[in-house]
């Protein structure tokens, strides 16, 4: 079982949509695949069209039922063959407050797939904006590590900072993490798309898939991307180009190492 932990400091930059098309792609593979929604907005879990009122059993239940949740029972079907996922519950924003005072919590969610690792292939973690005990549980859990990153000058910090929590998560978990950046939401018909892909490529060689997703409109309603009949177009066919770069870099990687 690989465990991949979709994040980025910064909101908005497709997280969730990379989650997503990501998980589809393995899916589609014949792979089985755990979709995870971490982010208290619950954006991925409406996506699926879960209710969220009252709160669905999900990860929530993982952190106050600590070592004893089965992800069996948390776990929902989708209309994705292939694809199950756990729902994010609002619970989960109060957790933060009570991580520093509960030890063990920043490991609940590693343990909790540890238990699992028989049942799935690959688990996706997509993450919240936010540096708090559920992004650090993810990095902690991971395999490698997805920053989807917006081809914007601004967004070149959120990504720094990213790529920073990265390295002390991995200096204290004593693994190593691999790390892969993927640039988002492009716009080839503006200079400063242009420039920012260009500089990330210069400095994150290696690391960077060298291509990247294009702004496309069908991407743009995630309930679409869950139906059994998601869109084709631009954008999912760049997802899918950029999975086979995932799925051929760890190798690459581990030999360099
Ligand atoms: P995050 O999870 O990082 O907050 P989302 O995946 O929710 O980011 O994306 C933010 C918004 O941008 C959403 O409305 C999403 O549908 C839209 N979006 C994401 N990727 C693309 C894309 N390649 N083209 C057009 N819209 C996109
Ligand atoms: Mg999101």
Redesign the pocket.
């Known amino acids: 079982m690989q465990i991949w932990a979709i994040a980025?400091q910064k909101?908005?930059?497709?997280?969730?949509?990379?989650s997503l098309l990501l998980s589809r792609g393995l899916a589609q593979m014949e792979q089985r695949v755990l979709l995870v929604d971490l982010d208290p907005h619950a954006?991925l879990t409406r996506a699926f069209g879960v209710p969220t009122d009252p709160p669905p059993p999900g990860t929530h239940d993982i952190f106050s039922d600590l070592g004893g949740a089965d992800l069996g029972n948390l776990a929902r079907r989708t209309p994705i063959p292939g694809l199950l996922m756990v729902a994010a519950q609002p619970a989960l924003a109060t957790l933060e407050r009570r991580g520093a005072t509960q030890p063990g919590l920043g490991l609940a969610l590693g343990r909790a797939l540890h238990a699992a690792r028989g049942r799935y292939d690959y688990v996706v973690l997509d993450c919240p904006?936010t540096l708090g005990l559920l992004m650090v549980n993810a990095l902690a859990a991971a395999d490698r590590l997805v920053v989807?990153s917006q081809t914007d000058p601004l967004a070149m910090h959120g990504l720094a900072d990213m790529l920073r929590t990265a390295e002390m998560v991995e200096r204290s978990r004593r693994r190593p993490l691999p790390r892969h950046i993927i640039p988002?939401?492009y716009d080839r018909r503006t200079r400063a798309g242009v420039q920012v892909l260009g500089q990330l490529k210069d400095m994150y060689e290696g690391m960077v898939w060298p291509r990247a997703?294009?702004?496309?409109?069908r991407?743009?309603e995630?309930q679409t991307l869950v139906a059994e009949e998601p869109p084709t177009g631009r954008?999912a066919e760049a997802y899918e180009s950029a999975l086979r770069w995932l799925l051929a870099a760890l190798p690459r990687q581990q030999e360099a190492a």
């Open positions: 980025n909101g908005g930059v497709g997280k969730t949509t990379t954006s904006p989807p988002t939401l997703i294009p702004m496309d409109t991407l743009r995630a954008g």
